[in-house]
C-alpha cells in the first residue's frame, strides 16, 4: 500500500503529454486552431528557444482514398488534426510530445539522448511481484482523473466552430479507452440514426497494425511517466493453442464471477471498473459522440461466445500461416482483401485459404470474440485490460512478419487505402501527430524486443523469472532448516559419545535381554515353505 502512496504522490507533479491536451481544449486555441504549448523548460512554445521543436503549419498530403467512404467535410477525423487545429508542435531530433517535452520511443534523458532497449515478456513468466504491480498500475490509472488531458464529447460543429468548448474529465485509463473509441466510431452524417458504418480509421485497413503499435507505444510512455518506473514494458499474452482464457484469474485479469458468469470475481481488482464509451448502437440511434460517462461494469465471459463465428482461441498454425503470406495487403486494402497478411492477421481473411471477407472471424478478431463481453465490441474494447495484453502479442506477430520479410517503409501503401490509412496520413487522434509508414519498421527501431523472438539463452533466462523467484523467497528457510538441522546432529552426536563414556558400551547380553522383552510372537512365518510359493502372491519385483 505504502508503494500505491507514493505512486499517487508521485502524480500530482507528473505533466502527461496525449490528447486532447487540456491546455489546447479551451475556447482562445480553438478558435486559432494553433495547439503550440509551451515546454516548462524554458516557457517558450514547443521548446524552441531551446532548439526542442517549432511551432509550424500541418502539412495533409492529399492523396486519393478508396470509395468505402464517399463524402468529404462531414467528419471530424478526415485530414486529421485539421478540423481542430491547423499549427502544431514539430519537434527536432529526438524530442517529442505536444509541447516537445518529451523523447521518440526508445530514447531516454534530460535531452533525449540515452538509448534503451525494453523487452515485452510473457504475462505467465511474469514474478509474482511483477504480476502485482502491473495490476496496481493499470488500477492506479484506472482510477486516477488526468489533470492534463480531456476527451471531446461534441463535434466541432457542435462546439459552434470552437466557441463552445465540449470536453470532459476522465481517467487516464479512459483516455486511452475513448480514443479507441473515436477512431473506430460510426461516421455521424446529421441528426439521428444518420451514420455511415463503413469507415474506421484504425480497422479493416492498412492502418490497422501501425495504429495499435503507435497506442501501446504511448500507453506504455504514460505509465512510465506517471510511475516514474521506466522499466515498465507491457506483457503479452501468448494466447495460442490456449484452451482457454489462462489469464483470467485474480492474480491477473480477473476470474468468473460465481454469481454471475458476464462479471468478473469480486476477488479482482478489476471487478469494481466501470466502461465507457460501449454503446455504439445507442450512440448511432441518437446521433451523437460518447459522452464519457459511465455505463455500467466491465463484463467478460470467455467461451461462451457464438461458435458460428469463432470455433476456439486461435491456433499456432493459423499464426504460421499468417506469416506465410508475403503481401502486407492486396486488392482494396479492406476487409476483402485476400492473401493479404493484414486482412488475415487483423481476422477477416480466412486462416486455411487467406480468401477476405470470411464469414468466421480468425486470429486478432477471434480472440475478441471469444472473450464475449466488453472486448467483443470494436468501440468499446479497449475498456477491458485484456486488451493490452492481446494487442501486444498481436503487435509480436506484426514484429516477426516484418523481420521475415524486411519491406521498406516506403512500401507501406500511400493512397487508395480506406480514409486515413494511406502511409503519410496522420493517425486519428493522436497529437502529437504520427504517419503510419513511420511505424512500418521493426520493433527494435522503436526501442523494444519481445522475449520469445529473443535467442534461446535470453529466452531460458526469462521463462526462469518466476522460479527464481521462489527460489530467492524459499532460501533463506533452507538457509536457516539446514542450520538448525546441523545443529540437532551434532547435538545428537554429542549426547551419544556423552552417554558412552558415563556408561561404557552396552554388553550383547544386555542387547538380546531387551530384545526378548520388547519381542512379539510370530504369528504367521515371513518366508513361506516350497509348497505356498507356487500360487501367485503380491511380491514386488526388485
Not at 40 to 49: H, N, R
Request: aromatic share 12%; glycine share 8%; proline share 6%.
Amino acid at each position: 500500500m505504502w508503494q500505491l502512496a507514493i505512486i499517487s504522490f508521485i502524480l500530482c507533479f507528473v505533466q502527461s503529454y496525449q490528447q486532447f491536451p487540456r491546455l489546447c481544449a479551451i475556447r482562445e486555441v480553438l478558435r486559432t486552431k494553433e495547439c503550440c504549448p509551451s515546454w516548462g523548460g524554458d516557457g517558450s512554445p514547443c521548446g524552441a528557444t531551446s532548439g526542442r521543436g517549432s511551432c509550424m503549419d500541418v502539412e495533409v498530403p492529399d492523396r486519393p482514398h478508396g470509395p468505402q467512404y464517399p463524402f468529404s467535410g462531414l467528419d471530424d477525423r478526415e485530414k486529421w488534426p485539421l478540423v481542430f487545429f491547423n499549427r502544431t508542435c514539430q519537434c527536432t531530433g529526438n524530442f517529442m510530445g505536444f509541447n516537445c517535452a518529451d523523447c521518440k520511443f526508445g530514447y531516454f534523458g534530460v535531452n533525449c539522448n540515452e538509448r534503451r532497449e525494453s523487452v515485452r515478456r510473457n504475462i505467465l513468466h511474469l514474478s509474482r511481484a511483477e504480476k502485482t504491480r502491473f495490476v496496481s498500475y493499470l488500477n492506479l490509472v484506472k482510477q486516477t482523473v488526468s489533470r492534463d488531458y480531456v476527451v471531446v464529447t461534441g463535434t466541432y460543429q457542435e462546439m459552434e466552430n470552437g466557441s463552445n468548448p465540449m470536453f470532459a474529465d476522465v481517467s487516464m485509463y479512459d483516455v486511452f479507452v475513448w480514443m479507441h473509441y473515436y477512431v473506430s466510431r460510426n461516421a455521424l452524417l446529421g441528426g439521428p440514426g444518420n451514420v455511415w458504418t463503413d469507415v474506421d480509421f484504425a480497422h479493416w485497413a492498412p492502418g490497422f497494425l501501425p495504429w495499435h503499435r503507435v497506442y501501446l507505444l504511448h500507453w506504455e510512455h504514460e505509465i512510465r511517466k506517471l510511475t516514474g518506473d521506466m522499466s515498465f514494458t507491457i506483457p503479452y499474452w501468448d494466447w495460442r493453442d490456449a484452451q482457454g482464457c489462462d489469464v483470467c484469474t485474480d492474480e491477473l485479469m480477473g476470474d468468473r464471477s460465481p454469481h454471475d458468469p458476464s462479471l468478473l470475481s469480486p476477488g479482482s481488482l478489476f471487478s469494481s471498473w466501470t466502461v465507457l464509451c460501449s454503446r455504439a448502437e445507442d450512440y448511432s440511434k441518437r446521433g451523437v459522440l460518447c459522452n464519457a460517462e459511465k455505463e455500467g461494469p466491465l463484463r467478460r465471459n470467455p467461451g461462451n461466445h457464438n461458435r458460428n463465428v469463432v470455433e476456439r482461441i486461435p491456433t499456432s498454425a493459423e499464426v504460421e500461416f499468417a506469416l506465410s503470406l508475403t503481401d502486407y495487403d492486396t486488392g482494396a486494402m479492406d476487409r476483402s482483401a485476400n492473401m493479404s497478411f493484414r486482412n488475415t492477421l487483423e481476422g477477416f481473411g480466412d486462416t486455411q485459404t487467406g480468401i477476405g471477407n470470411s464469414p468466421r472471424r480468425g486470429l486478432h478478431a477471434a480472440l475478441h470474440v471469444f472473450m464475449n463481453g466488453s472486448m467483443s465490441s470494436v468501440q468499446g474494447s479497449a475498456n477491458d485490460p485484456i486488451f493490452l495484453l492481446h494487442h501486444a502479442f498481436v503487435d509480436s506477430i506484426y514484429e516477426q512478419w516484418l523481420r521475415r520479410y524486411r519491406p521498406s517503409p516506403s512500401d507501406f501503401p500511400d493512397s487508395d487505402a480506406p480514409i486515413g490509412h494511406n502511409g503519410d496520413a496522420h493517425m486519428v487522434p493522436f497529437l502529437p501527430l504520427h504517419r503510419h509508414r513511420d511505424f512500418f519498421i521493426s520493433s527494435k527501431d522503436l526501442g523494444y524486443e519481445y522475449s520469445y523472438l529473443l535467442d534461446y539463452n535470453q529466452r531460458l533466462a526469462e521463462s526462469m523469472g518466476p522460479y527464481l523467484e521462489v527460489l530467492q523467497d524459499v532460501w533463506p528457510w533452507l538457509l536457516i532448516a539446514g542450520v538448525c538441522g546441523g545443529i540437532l546432529a551434532v547435538s545428537i552426536a554429542a549426547a551419544v559419545l556423552t552417554a558412552k563414556r558415563r556408561y561404557g558400551a552396552p554388553s550383547w547380553q544386555n542387547v538380546r535381554k531387551w530384545r526378548n522383552v520388547f519381542a512379539l510372537p510370530e504369528r504367521e512365518p515371513l518366508i513361506r515353505g516350497s509348497e505356498e510359493t507356487k500360487h501367485p502372491n503380491y511380491q514386488t519385483a526388485i
